[in-house]
């Protein structure tokens, strides 16, 4: 990459977070939100997407864990407008159910890719990929499934968020240890715990971002009425 041909970016739809990474998340990119229950994966890859939508840009919700009208609920409540986004055919979101085994499996390693490219989506987020271990039986499975359904994103041309959830003994790395290598980004999000064991707050950092700079530290964020808002100024004193 030279000087004079920067990645370009999508701004994630949080300004603290666009802030940290130069503009956004840079276009073409998988990037992964890895973090524990509760930290907002789900929330953040929502917010990307309508993001998109205000921008009139189609986008794609993969769920494998929410069915759609949880989904859309949990969107509304947020005040974001997701029936809208729907009716004008820019939010599209499809539920990939684990407990349908073999028909999810197929159809990740099959139509999936087509389907994603057909519908021309600028901005696509699976949530969560730690499901895909419900749909594999083996190691060598649960990777394939992963690269594969990672893959069917990176080639429809959109910019992809995936959520992982985090290994409890390890919050910083993905519960699968698989999700880290098929990414391009990997943002980290995260509870912040006092000296005393009480958890004080979240906090986020980018840990990978391929082909752009990018602020290392770690910031403290809120998940708020609207969403998710990051602090990119504040300094961060450990804990
Ligand atoms: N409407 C809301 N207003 C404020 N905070 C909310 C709202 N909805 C969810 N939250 C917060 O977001 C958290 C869940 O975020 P979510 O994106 O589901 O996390 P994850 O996907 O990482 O498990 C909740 O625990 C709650 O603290
Ligand atoms: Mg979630």
């Not at 389907?115 to 499901?131: C, F, Q, T």
């Not at 083996?138 to 985090?166: H, I, M, N, W």
């Not at 980018?206 to 752009?212: A, D, E, N, Q, Y």
Request: glycine letters at 12%.
């Amino acid at each position: 990459m030279s000087a004079s041909s920067p990645v370009p970016k999508l701004p994630t739809g949080v300004a603290g977070l666009d802030e940290m990474l130069g503009g956004g998340f840079p276009s073409g990119h998988v990037v992964l939100l890895t973090g524990l229950p509760g930290t907002g994966k789900t929330c953040l890859a929502l917010q990307f997407l309508l993001e998109g939508t205000r921008r009139g840009e189609k986008t794609v919700f993969l769920s494998l864990e929410e069915d759609v009208p949880q989904l859309l609920d949990t969107a509304r409540q947020f005040g974001w407008p997701v029936d809208e986004a729907v009716k004008g055919g820019l939010l599209k979101v499809l539920r990939l159910d684990p407990k349908e085994t073999r028909q999810s499996l197929h159809r990740i390693q099959g139509e999936l890719g087509h389907e994603l490219a057909s519908l021309g989506a600028k901005r696509i987020a699976v949530d969560s990929v730690s499901l895909l271990n419900m749909l594999a039986e083996d190691e060598p499975a649960r990777r394939l499934t992963l690269f594969a359904l990672a893959g069917a994103c990176r080639a429809s041309g959109a910019t992809t968020v995936l959520t992982a959830e985090a290994d409890p003994r390890h919050p910083e790395v993905s519960r699968d240890g698989l999700s880290e290598y098929v990414a391009d980004g990997v943002v980290v999000l995260g509870y912040r715990t006092a000296v005393d064991g009480h958890r004080v707050g979240l906090a986020l950092r980018v840990l990978k971002m391929r082909r752009t700079p990018h602020v290392r530290t770690v910031q403290p964020y809120a998940i708020g009425a609207n969403g998710l808002t990051v602090d990119a100024k504040a300094v961060d004193l450990g804990g």
